[in-house]
């Protein structure tokens, strides 16, 4: 099948995208992996439908994934002749899947089937409006889908309460459309509240039995391209779906508000401890025997949460305690502190995440979280251009996450993700693998490498002990890392990938003077709340707010969970 580049080159089709007709004749069958979000699901419904009703190619199967170790740990496709995989929503590719994504880059893209890619605020509303012959979601719909995605709540004067409420009522007071309208943020609550979720239960329609499936993938199964349909089948699943916890079903919608409105309070004055032998950290339990023994011997309680009032800068380490079902939301330190302007929050796992929020008016316009990004992250390129780690470590991180280990979990200890392969180390660190060479590394022609391609498409457990000695020998900088892994907006930005630090706590220890990596994350997320700082300082005397960047670029996405 011919591969089509860029977007310009479909969209001017008849159709949409070009040999659709050769693509119906070849295959009956399509499987579908979506974004775990409320975009990620709109867009497989749409996909769903607009083969179904257009080629009669049916949706066999669907599967959610993300960003990190679920993009390892998902299924294998059938890749089968008369079975089309397809990827919507995300912005890596495979090879031999069909690409649609929404994103500013994509990689992968070469190994793909096609990519089919225009930047824009949702995924949906590209395929809804413009692949598909005739709409598929309402306009109404798609607006909801793109206002969420996109965080554009000032539209619509929203406040984080509607975003955050998980009972819908219809209001007679209200136009139909603006209950709709309202509907769709309860949709959107509940589907973040379930959505790591395994169901079983039998559809709405009575047509499919679901056994042990993850919630999401059961709702792009079960409802039409339509918000109704989402929230009847939700409720379906909330009426009658046994789960495989200790609960045994999911939480009401009652619950979810309760255990927000908990974690609401509990965040105000949210403090952490750290356990010193493994630099894990909890939301501070003065109560839990464990953090009573801890504190004894000289772990770290500190404060979880700061608010600049100067400033207008919250700056948070962690989420806190968020076992309760719907416990979390992203917009919780917006609702307790709503003057803030910006927050910074350090995700112990590796991720600083910076936005601004989104509940106000962006009145420091001239101020660029992802130029800020780029401008912290350059005065660090000289020391990560040279911490180099193992090929091994990072096909260790990949298969050893803690999606892999739920994932073993619930499929069962035979099961096996899709792994990080050959093809996914070409497509995203193709130029930057080195080994050692007679006076200093070199460059790896990974085509060329020996034995490379069998180790990469091995199994982490399964590799023996010679692929693990290759992989061992080959090396990555934790600098190409970070950039192809970090990524940023104006009011978002991202900084990920410096967990990997952590194979290496004797280079760590002799370049951060610390064998934390968390402490390097929260080092770097201080220096990047000064930098911001001394912007708004500018932006507030009139002057010219200038970046610095060293002209770094960063390769990843921004991550808006």
């Known amino acids: 099948m011919k591969r089509i580049p860029k977007y310009i080159e479909f969209i001017n089709e008849e159709v949409g995208i070009r040999n659709l007709k050769n693509i119906a004749k070849k295959y009956k069958t399509c499987e579908i992996f979506f974004h775990k979000d409320l975009d990620g699901v709109a867009c497989a419904l749409c996909m769903k439908e607009f083969l179904n009703n257009f080629y009669d190619i049916k949706m066999k199967n669907c599967y959610q994934i993300q960003y990190g170790g679920l993009q390892y740990a998902t299924k ?21 899947y069909l690409l649609f994504d929404h994103h500013d880059r994509q990689a992968g893209a070469e190994a793909s089937m096609g990519v089919y890619a225009k930047p824009s605020r949702s995924n949906a509303e590209i395929i809804s409006g413009e692949i598909s012959y005739s709409d598929i979601f309402t306009p109404q719909d798609i607006e909801l889908i793109k206002t969420i995605d996109s965080a554009n709540f000032l539209t619509y004067n929203i406040k984080p309460e509607d975003v955050q409420n998980s009972i819908f009522k219809y209001e007679k007071s209200e136009s139909s459309a603006k209950n709709r309208f309202m509907m769709g943020f309860v949709v959107n609550r509940l589907l973040l509240a379930y959505k790591n979720k395994r169901i079983t239960v039998k559809s709405l329609d009575g047509r499919r039995n679901h056994i042990n499936k993850n919630i999401l993938e059961c709702l792009v199964m079960d409802s039409s391209a339509s918000l109704h349909s989402m929230f009847n089948n939700i409720r379906n699943y909330i009426n009658n779906a046994k789960t495989s916890d200790k609960s045994g079903k999911l939480a009401s919608p009652e619950e979810i508000k ?16 750290e356990d010193p032998e493994t630099g894990e950290t909890s939301e501070y339990d003065p109560t839990n025997r464990r953090h009573q023994f801890l504190s004894k011997n000289g772990a770290k309680i500190g404060k979880g949460v700061h608010y600049d009032e100067e400033y207008q800068i919250i700056s948070q380490y962690g989420g806190g305690n968020m076992f309760k079902p719907g416990s979390y939301d992203r917009y919780v ?52 251009s040279k911490y180099f780690i193992s090929l091994e470590s990072v096909k260790n991180e990949f298969e050893n996450s803690q999606d892999w280990k739920a994932m073993k979990k619930a499929e069962g200890q035979d099961y096996e993700g899709v792994g990080f392969r050959f093809t996914d180390l070409k497509a995203f660190y193709s130029d930057c693998v080195y080994k050692k060479g ?58 990920s990938g410096l967990q990997f630090l952590k194979y290496r706590k004797e280079l760590m220890k002799a370049v951060y003077n610390t064998e934390s990596y968390v402490e390097v994350l929260k ?38 969970e």
């Not at 255990?259 to 609401?264: A, V």
């Not at 190409?480 to 970090?486: A, D, G, P, Q």
């Not at 500018?538 to 060293?550: F, L, P, R, S």
């Open 438 to 495: 007679e006076n200093s590394l070199v460059k790896v022609d990974l085509e060329n490498e020996s034995g490379l391609k069998d180790a990469m498409n091995t199994i982490y457990e399964n590799l023996n002990d010679s692929q693990k000695e290759l992989l061992t020998n080959l090396k990555i900088a934790v600098w190409e890392l970070v950039i192809r892994n970090s990524g940023g907006h104006p009011s978002i930005t991202n900084v």
């Open 333 to 384: 330190p917006f609702k307790n502190y709503p003057d803030a302007n910006f927050i910074c929050i350090v995700w112990p796992m590796g991720l600083i995440q910076v936005s601004c929020n989104p509940f106000k008016e962006k009145k420091l316009k001239n101020i660029n979280l992802g130029e800020i990004s780029k401008e912290v992250l350059a005065s660090h390129q000289l020391k990560l």
């Open 523 to 560: 080092q770097i997320a201080k220096e990047f709340i000064n930098n911001l700082k001394e912007k708004i300082d500018a932006a507030n005397k009139g002057e010219e707010v200038k970046y610095d960047t060293g002209g770094v670029v960063l390769l990843g996405q921004d991550i808006n």
């Open 258 to 273: 309760s255990n927000l409105t908990d974690y609401i309070e509990r965040m105000k004055n949210f403090r952490s401890i």
């Open 76 to 96: 294998h496709a059938d890749m089968s002749p008369d079975n089309l995989p397809i990827i919507v929503d995300f912005a890596n590719s495979r090879v031999g």
